[in-house]
């Protein structure tokens, strides 16, 4: 079974920058397309970035610029470095895992969240 871990959330001031780190555990031979999403409090969850294992990344039009995905496919991470955070940026963020590569890698799982807080 896939585990993720999260870490890097915090609180920071408009205009600053947090990281946000995401380990997937090892599943036999499988590679992972790995994703970012955040849900604010009374708001449905809303994609943030992608990054496919061939490193290619994906963003959702309201973080381009500001944020960058980054993976590391020996390690099973993905970072997420936020610069420039505003405080609509505000939210619970979640990394979701999809196995992929041989037919036994199938599935996706995700984290348990990191919050992330900015002020004004």
């Known amino acids: 079974q896939v585990q993720l871990v999260e870490s890097g959330g915090g609180s920071v001031q408009a205009g600053g920058s947090l990281r946000l780190s995401c380990v997937a555990s090892?599943?036999?031979?499988?590679?992972?397309?790995m994703s970012w999403y955040r849900q604010a409090p009374g708001k449905d969850r809303e994609f943030v970035s992608a990054?496919?294992?061939?490193?290619?990344?994906r963003y959702a039009d309201s973080v381009k610029g500001r944020f960058t995905i980054s993976q590391d496919n020996a390690k099973n991470t993905a970072d997420l470095q936020m610069n420039g955070l505003k405080p609509e940026d505000t939210a619970m963020y979640y990394c979701?895992?999809?196995?992929?590569?041989?037919?036994?890698?199938?599935?996706?799982?995700w984290g348990q969240g990191t919050q992330v807080t900015v002020s004004s």
């Open positions: 979701k895992a999809e196995l992929v590569g041989g037919w036994y890698c199938r599935g996706e799982t």
């Open positions: 090892r599943y036999y031979s499988c590679k992972y397309d």
């Open positions: 990054i496919d294992r061939d490193g290619r990344p």
